[in-house]
């Protein structure tokens, strides 16, 4: 029974050490550290207007619909770039779901964007990320919007085709990813205009 008792103490001991050391010590360590080495990615990357006021997060998609604006990916978060409900949509390569919902989808992109019925249109144009908040869009896909927005603000196209260059983020070292444009960073650089 004695022993019973040293066991059951010893454990209780090593739950209470590892709790404070992992729940508590731990992630004040790592937050802290966050914080100093990255402090506008630990802060959540937020994006401020002229005025002050918070536009968004660099790191999450937003739902842009104005024709002057660059369109987002499509989003299954939720009822679109909802926070609380990211995630995919969870249909699988055979579903006549989600082949229907690309196909609408291409329809209604070559429509927005004055395109031709054969233009090829880039997939992240037409498909939700796995999160549905995904902040970025291929070049190819901004260069497709390029003459819709343009033509909405009253810009060159070769201006708008400027902007979305200095607007592409390109990883480092490049063999981790593709390039991106972040688009609300793209489209409050139009803004400022």
Do not use: W
């Amino acid at each position: 029974m004695k022993d019973l008792l040293q066991g059951i103490r010893a454990a209780l001991a090593a739950t209470i050490v590892l709790a404070v050391a992992c729940c508590g010590a731990y992630p004040l360590v790592v937050t802290g550290l966050a914080r100093i080495c990255f402090p506008k990615r630990a802060a959540g990357s937020l994006v401020t207007g002229s005025d002050g006021t918070v536009r968004g997060s660099t790191l999450i998609g937003q739902g842009f619909a104005a024709a002057k604006y660059f369109h987002p990916r499509p989003s299954a978060a939720g009822t679109g770039y909802d926070a609380l409900a990211s995630g995919g949509s969870n249909l699988g390569p055979t579903s006549k779901k989600l082949a229907d919902s690309i196909a609408a989808n291409i329809a209604a992109y070559r429509a927005g964007n004055g395109l031709a019925t054969h233009t090829p249109v880039p997939a992240d144009a037409v498909t939700a990320s796995a999160s549905g908040l995904d902040p970025h869009i291929a070049p190819a896909n901004a260069e497709l919007q390029v003459a819709r927005v343009a033509r909405e603000r009253g810009l060159a196209p070769e201006r708008v085709r400027q902007i979305v260059l200095e607007s592409t983020e390109t990883p480092v070292p490049r063999f981790l990813g593709e390039p991106g444009v972040n688009v609300l960073r793209l489209n409050l650089a139009l803004d400022r205009l």
